[in-house]
């Protein structure tokens, strides 16, 4: 590896690749799981994750929420880790998504939801781990070894992982057909130029990441990217929430990353966005509909559901090289490891 070349950046290179793969060797995995799905036709799906691939899991809220119309709520691991409380979960689908799938709370929290009565599914970059042989079925992602301690890959591929199996859920045409260009679009995301918040972001010591719907899932993985990879405050709020109070910490230049997409929500994404900047914010928005924020040039996918995949790729490749400009090796985080044992 050279020294301007970090593993996180050949990872974030290796997405594209990596997004094909898991369409082509898992995607008799993710007919079959719809399939299941759609039998079963359960009244809500739950999710289990934390950290990125808890984003991950919110993205598959909104995909899940808007596309086949069943509502997704969060369980908590500790429900099942810490606090041994049975749920009653008869009849749901249970989705649990890790990376490793190996963290001792999200694998008890999948078997609990199975004794619950739950089907239950594993998202996972490992078939042969813990949590896929406590789960009815598994989508293993297809990522390859992710060796930067940032999720990036894993990411993208968990998030493309649920947003396929809603697609042939739902028998979507048009989001299947985008799914399946997705891997070209995702190439070019990661040249996308957002060197100008590469710049402002580098100076930062807090920063606001905004979105709302399936956008708002990729901004929560910035701010969390952000804190990780660059030891930078970042803060993630809907864009419907940031006026209700976190506002009152905007003064002049401070950062603001607002997540937006050719959707329903980017009319209000993009209000927002000029309004911050209108009381002196640093606004960057993904979106050509700004008049007072500054335009990130955005790849569009030729749907609203995989656009946000291909944003989350150029913020990727953006915040890399915040954190080498910050001294900050993005491999070896301080304090963090690859396989978070949490209880």
């Known amino acids: 590896m050279s020294e301007t070349e970090s593993l996180m950046r050949r990872e974030i290179a290796e997405i594209p690749a990596a997004a094909a793969r898991l369409l082509d060797a898992s995607g008799a995995d993710i007919r079959a799981a719809?399939?299941?799905?759609?039998?079963?036709?359960?009244?809500?799906?739950?999710?289990?994750?934390?950290?990125?691939?808890?984003?991950?899991?919110?993205?598959?809220?909104y995909a899940a929420e808007l596309t086949l119309g069943l509502p997704v709520a969060s369980l908590g691991p500790s429900v099942a880790s810490i606090y041994r409380a049975?749920?009653?979960?008869a009849g749901a689908l249970a989705i649990t998504v890790s990376q490793s799938g190996r963290s001792p709370d999200i694998v008890e929290m999948a078997r609990a939801a199975r004794a619950g009565g739950a089907m239950t599914l594993a998202v996972t970059n490992d078939a042969g781990s813990p949590l896929a042989l406590a789960c009815d079925r598994t989508l293993d992602i297809q990522a390859g070894p992710e060796l930067s301690v940032a999720a990036t890959k894993t990411f993208v591929t968990s998030a493309l992982a649920g947003l396929a199996l809603v697609a042939e859920w739902k028998d979507d045409r048009d989001l299947r057909a985008?799914?399946?260009?997705?891997?070209?679009?995702?190439?070019?995301?990661?040249?996308?130029?957002?060197?100008?918040?590469?710049?402002?972001?580098?100076?930062?010591?807090?920063?606001?990441?905004l979105g709302r719907g399936p956008s708002f899932a990729m901004s929560g993985e910035a701010a969390l990217k952000f804190k990780e990879t660059c030891q930078i405050h970042g803060e993630n709020y809907s864009s419907a929430e940031v006026l209700h109070g976190p506002v009152s910490i905007v003064g002049p230049d401070f950062?603001?990353?607002?997540?937006?997409?050719p959707d329903a929500a980017e009319s209000a994404v993009v209000e927002v966005a000029d309004a911050l900047a209108a009381k002196g914010a640093a606004v960057f928005v993904t979106s050509a509909r700004a008049?007072?924020?500054?335009?990130?040039?955005?790849?569009r996918t030729g749907h609203p559901l995989t656009d946000p995949l291909a944003l989350v790729v150029s913020f990727y490749a953006m915040v890399e090289r915040v954190a080498r400009a910050r001294g900050?090796?993005?491999?070896?985080?301080?304090?963090?490891?690859?396989?978070?044992?949490?209880?």
């Open 34 to 61: 719809a399939a299941a799905a759609r039998s079963l036709d359960p009244a809500y799906i739950a999710t289990v994750a934390r950290g990125s691939s808890d984003q991950a899991c919110t993205f598959l809220k």
């Open 86 to 89: 049975p749920l009653r979960l």
């Open 178 to 209: 985008a799914i399946a260009a997705l891997p070209g679009h995702l190439e070019r995301a990661t040249r996308a130029d957002w060197g100008a918040l590469a710049e402002l972001s580098g100076r930062a010591r807090s920063l606001y990441t």
């Open 255 to 261: 950062p603001v990353l607002a997540f937006a997409v």
């Open 291 to 299: 008049s007072a924020a500054t335009e990130l040039p955005a790849v």
């Open 328 to 343: 900050i090796d993005p491999d070896r985080p301080r304090h963090l490891s690859k396989v978070t044992a949490t209880v």
